[in-house]
């Protein structure tokens, strides 16, 4: 059913920016309180940060069989499972919270990353029967729920972490499970997305696809835009404790961070619209670029700081942009499976990143983690580059 009117189109990126808002706590919550719990319930302490990179990977390995979902069921159906598989995971993590069970609370992180790999499908969901000078500002428009969410999701920690007496933190995830529990009736709003009638006709082999310049290029954006983001925001407060800056003034650089992510999702869409997707993408490399130049000139709070900011505002032009081009690059029949290989690769990087950083800060330090943003910045920018001289024309999806 993709013959959608303008209005619905509209509606359902409304429809997926709320219910953004909502899934985007996910993450806010896990990300904020797996190390916290882990160093509890963890008999080896160097497992603390397990849930968190357990998270990622759940992320990561989800993105194949909810695309599987979508194309059986579509969109909607498959959303509002992944909201049940949501709230699984907050009450099986709240649990083996009061049950001091580690195995288990790691088991409802990765279940989490899961429901997250379905919200992060949101942003691809926003582009259905979209013309192309509308789905960057309909990808925009549910980044725009990101930011509500990372708002949501702390001050629902905040609120909810002393909820049970005497077990630290289960009232957050049994918050995590009703957060998620509300995203339902949300996406039952969407329009036109019961059964995706236009995917059943098959369309190109997959390694056809995503051998394509098109496709390379646009992946290699996103992999770059999300995984050296969360490669050096994982390591970032951890520098900033141990040159001395406290722990305060080190959350208060990730808070900073999170609203440089998501804040220009506001304007995104319409330079994209204006300048076109690989501008605003490289853009957004070169402020990643920035970012680790303001981090190698100092280590004052300001310089962390700063850097933080430059590196969300980057990562939020790389990664919409990113996500604009790989729109270009499928028919309808074949968009579901070429958005799960792509989320399947970004997210991996994402996990490879989540597990690699801290021992590389421990090995090598900061000033290596932010070397490292430019021969990665260096393998995207370059076909970008290339890939705007050559103009090839995009393909219609």
């Keep these: 059913m993709d013959a959608l009117s303008e209005r619905d189109v509209r509606r359902n990126a409304l429809v997926l920016s709320c219910a953004q808002a909502l899934g985007g706590a996910n993450p806010a919550i896990v990300i904020s309180l797996g190390g916290l719990v882990g160093q509890a319930l963890a008999t080896d302490k160097a497992l603390a940060t ?5 998270y990622n990977l759940g992320l990561a390995l989800g993105t194949i069989p909810a695309a599987m979902l979508m194309r ?17 995971a907050g009450c099986l993590a709240a649990y083996s919270i009061t049950g001091s069970l580690f195995a288990l609370f790691c088991l ?8 997250g790999s379905c919200v992060q499908s949101y942003r691809f969901g926003a582009t259905d029967g979209a013309t192309p000078e509308f789905r960057a500002r309909a990808i925009s428009w549910v980044m725009v729920g990101g930011l509500a969410g990372s708002v949501i999701g702390p001050q629902t920690v905040i609120w909810t972490r002393d909820a049970i007496a005497g077990v630290p933190f ?27 009638a236009a995917e059943r006709g098959g369309g190109r082999p997959l390694r056809e696809i995503v051998l394509t310049q098109r496709f390379v290029v646009a992946v290699a954006a996103g992999i770059v835009s999300f995984g050296m983001m969360s490669f050096v925001m994982t390591a970032a407060p951890i520098a900033m404790v141990a040159c001395g800056h406290t722990v305060g003034e080190a959350a208060l650089g990730i808070q900073w961070h999170v609203l440089a992510m998501f804040a220009p999702s506001f304007f995104t869409g319409r330079l994209i619209a204006r300048y076109g997707k690989e501008v605003v993408t490289i853009v957004g490399l070169l402020l990643m670029g920035v970012s680790g130049a303001v981090a190698l000139s100092g280590l004052g709070v300001a310089h962390f700081w700063g850097s933080l900011v430059f590196l969300g505002v980057g990562w939020n032009f790389g990664f919409i942009g990113a996500t604009a081009l790989v729109t270009d690059c499928y028919r309808p029949e074949e968009r579901t499976r070429v958005q799960a290989v792509n989320d399947f690769l970004v997210f991996g990087s994402v996990a490879l990143a989540s597990f690699s950083s801290g021992r590389l800060l421990n090995a090598a330090g900061w000033e290596t983690i932010n070397w490292l943003l430019y021969p990665a910045i260096a393998i995207a920018l370059l076909p970008l580059l290339w890939q705007m001289r050559a103009t090839p024309r995009p393909a219609q999806g």
């Design 50 to 54: 397990l849930p968190v990179s357990l």
């Design 72 to 88: 059986r069921l579509g969109r909607r159906a498959a959303y509002i499972v992944g909201a049940l598989v949501g709230a699984v």
């Design 108 to 115: 409802a992180t990765a279940i989490a990353g899961v429901y």
């Design 170 to 196: 289960a009232g957050s995830f049994f918050s995590q499970a009703v957060l998620a529990l509300l995203a339902i009736p949300v996406l039952l709003m969407m329009r036109g997305a019961v059964r995706p």
